[in-house]
């Protein structure tokens, strides 16, 4: 760029004219109103000090950030400030706010022109940041402005370490009163009038510690027992162990000894009064999943909560006497196994269910005809088992399609997970994973759906949500994609009105805005579109003005934003037609454009080209010292010479010119008397004029001539050249064609 060159750091795109609302304020100025205007200073026209270089600091009350149109801006609250804009624009009606209740405009401007830019700022409330929710627990907020307040709550089988409460604080920033808490389990504890919960061991569901003792001590109410139903009991196979105990203390007799029994009980355990007394213990070595158990409180005369992990249940008698009946179904994905799908509570005298609650379970494969529902690996959302082969068919109704919601994939990488576009395994493939993969979706082409999820044997995955979950849905089924929506700033064109398979919907923008994400969307053969939807933003740059011959430029950054200048500047010997120096501005709807058309780089006077020299037997057609650029010089050939190469040299401009080709050479010619002789008879013949019986006679009388003609020039050609001997045949065939014609006449 050359020294003097305007340049305008930064350009906003709100009120860029004088304002009425107050003179210009000075440099470096404080504003502690809540609302309020502020203009740069005009700049004088003047050859010297025209650079404008500002600060405005806002300050409002704590609580409040600010709200400001402004193109470069730093937040000044507490630590180090952080740059909030720093682009060459923003368009009118986008804003930069403040998280603190302070913000300094930095202003700065290098220009020749006089102008001046207003900017209006005003007071926002501001909020605390939502509170994260904590691992196996939750949290709800009642406000997220100053006095608002954040509850903490844990998952059954989990305790709330930390406040149970925070509040929002009012300041410069607005801040939580304390750090969240965390929803850990405990090693033991007293829990006394135990209606409902959960235990789990430390570190549930991942893997417990070692050399861990844990006791819990469980009371009912009074005149009640509990009942403990086992969700989970996977221990290490050494050492560790896991009781229950009929009592409250370590030498109560057990009910369950994790040593004993090689299957859970189903059905679960109840205590004969109101204590149970639960341990567990680990050792040096090893580890596993450990232990999860939900227990229940129930009062004489009544049957104990029934429960179903991944499912649920409908009862006639929410308190469970005698007489009630429940029926259980799992939740989708899930299987009902073992127990029975109805059960009654029966026995007066001591009252319990007839049959064993059932389980839910993720089973390995399946034929299924729902309109929608959910397909889950084995075991979810605990660990697959290795060496499995599952199927799963999906049908619905024939006139439909099937979408396939694949939420969660997340597999070994030798695991295999398969979706076929049909009714069994040689349909054609929709798709084949394995792996980890985020979200995605498939469409059928038809009714059915085969889905094949294949383990590698010798591999184990441990830990939950190992495994996938797929949701199904029965769609419409057609031959035409779903109508794509119009864009905002922005119109479409369709190549197809049907918008039937191999269908291009074109989307473009207005000007002043240009296309982001992809243009064109093709109707795919699974009746997809093959992208997402593009929009229109406005645009914030400039095209590429291109390059100009003979020159090189100079960008002010690798952005042609808006702001931006490009300098052209020709090369030695050229000379800059145009503005050297284009900006990137914006004034109107039509978007960005640069201020000048593109300067063009001309050839200054050139050094004219030295004579060339004439080579031997050429001719020029002029002999001058010096020829300028552009002047030609024409060669030619002394007679009996032929001219080889180029007859015509141009001199080419440059520094230093040059001659377009070298200089021709002239070569003589062979002739042969056959040659001459011939030259000689066409030339006598074609000069005759008369008729056929005056022809006879001047051929007799010409033939003994041209004999001693060739004699004589035989002998002369021998000591002279083939030029001589030319000439004097040419003379002589002038000399014959005159003497027939006398003779004649």
């Known amino acids: 760029m050359r020294k003097g060159s305007p340049l305008l750091m930064y350009t906003f795109s709100v009120s860029l004219c004088p304002s009425t609302f107050s003179n210009a304020a000075p440099c470096n100025t404080n504003f502690t109103l809540p609302g309020g205007y502020i203009e740069t200073p005009q700049q004088a026209r003047s050859w010297y000090n025209t650079d404008v270089d500002c600060t405005y600091t806002v300050t409002v009350y704590m609580g409040y950030g600010v709200e400001i149109q402004v193109n470069s801006s730093q937040d000044l609250g507490g630590g180090e400030p952080s740059v909030l804009a720093n682009e060459s624009i923003l368009l009118k009606g986008l804003v930069v706010r403040s998280w603190s209740n302070q913000i300094s405009i930095h202003f700065r401007s290098r220009q020749t022109q006089s102008s001046s830019l207003l900017l209006r700022y005003q007071a926002f409330v501001l909020s605390c940041n939502f509170p994260d929710r904590p691992a196996y627990g939750d949290v709800s907020v009642t406000s997220l402005h100053a006095g608002g307040e954040a509850y903490f709550y844990c998952f059954n089988g989990y305790q709330l370490q930390g ?24 090693c033991g504890g007293m829990v006394k009038n135990a209606t409902l919960g959960r235990i789990v061991s430390p570190g549930f569901p991942g893997n417990y510690s070692n050399n861990l003792t844990c006791h819990w001590v469980l009371e009912a109410p009074e005149g009640q027992r509990l009942h403990v139903h ?29 040593y004993e029994v090689e299957y859970l009980p189903n059905e679960g355990i109840v205590s004969s009064a109101r204590p149970l007394f639960v341990e567990f213990t680990t050792d040096g070595f090893g580890t596993n999943t450990g232990v999860a158990i939900r227990y229940e409180a129930f009062a004489a005369g009544h049957c104990y909560e029934p429960f179903v992990k991944y499912g649920n249940f409908t009862t006639t008698d929410s308190t469970y006497t005698v007489g009630t009946v429940v029926e259980f179904t799992c939740d989708p994905g899930y299987t009902l196994e073992q127990g029975s799908v109805i059960i009654e509570c029966m026995d007066p005298s001591n009252p319990q269910w007839n049959e064993t609650e059932p389980a839910c379970r993720a089973v390995c494969s399946g034929e299924i005809t ?9 075991n979810w959302p605990e660990a697959y088992d290795k060496g499995q082969d599952c199927i799963w068919g999906i049908h619905v109704e024939e ?11 997340h597999m070994g990488k030798n695991d295999l997970l398969t979706f076929y576009d049909g009714d069994d395994l040689t349909a054609k493939i929709l798709g084949q994973y394995s792996g980890s993969r985020p979200r995605f979706k498939l469409y059928t082409s038809m009714a059915d759906v085969t889905i094949q999820f294949q383990s590698d044997p010798a591999t184990n995955i441990y830990g939950y949500n190992n495994g996938f979950v797929v949701h199904f849905f029965e769609v419409p089924r057609n031959d035409t994609c779903p109508e794509l929506p119009e864009i905002s700033n922005g119109w479409k064109t369709t190549s197809h009105p049907d918008l039937v398979h191999g269908t291009v919907v074109t989307y473009q923008c207005y000007p002043g805005f240009e296309v982001v994400g992809t243009e064109m969307l093709m109707c795919q053969w699974d009746l ?30 690798p952005r042609l934003i808006v702001g931006s200048t490009v300098q052209y500047i020709c090369n030695k010997g050229y000379s800059l037609s145009g503005n050297s120096l284009l900006s990137c501005y ?64 141009r001199c080419v401009p440059g520094h230093p010119s040059k001659w377009s080709h070298p200089p021709p050479l002239c070569k003589g010619i062979q002739l042969n008397l056959f040659y001459i002789f011939a030259i000689l008879c066409s030339k006598s013949v074609a000069s005759a004029d008369f008729s056929m019986e005056g022809a006879s006679v ?6 003994p001539v041209a004999v001693i003609i060739i004699i004589i020039m035989s002998i002369y050609f021998y000591f002279s050249s083939a030029l001589r001997f030319l000439y004097l045949i040419n003379g002589f065939s002038f000399f014959s064609s005159n003497f027939l014609k006398n003779k004649i006449k």
Not at 173 to 180: D, E, I, M, N, R
Not at 239 to 244: E, K, S, T, V
Not at 615 to 622: A, D, F, G, H, M
């Open 698 to 703: 001047a051929v007799s009388i010409f033939i």
């Open 586 to 649: 914006h004034r109107d709807s039509t978007g960005p454009k640069w201020s000048e058309k593109l300067p063009k780089c001309i050839p200054d006077s050139y050094e004219p080209c030295r004579n060339p020299g004439t080579p031997p037997y050429t001719i020029q057609s002029s002999e001058k010292h010096v020829y300028q650029a552009g002047e030609t010089v024409r060669f030619s050939c002394m007679s009996g010479y032929e001219l080889q190469g180029e007859p015509v040299l």
């Open 370 to 378: 729902d309109s929608a529902g959910v397909v889950l690996s084995p």
């Open 163 to 186: 406040p149970s409460t925070l509040t929002c604080r009012n300041a410069t920033t607005p801040y939580w009163s304390g750090k969240v808490p965390r929803c850990l389990v405990a």
């Open 399 to 409: 006139d439909k399609r099937i979408m396939l919601d694949i939420q969660v994939l």
């Open 230 to 258: 086992f969700e989970k009991v996977a221990l290490a196979e050494d050492d560790d162990r896991f009781l229950i105990k009929n009592g409250n203390h370590i030498d109560s007799p057990i009910l369950y000894d994790s």
């Open 528 to 557: 997809t579109w093959s992208g997402d939807l593009p929009s229109c933003e406005r645009v914030l740059s400039c095209p590429d003005p291109g390059t100009v011959e003979h020159s090189r430029r100079v960008m002010s950054g």
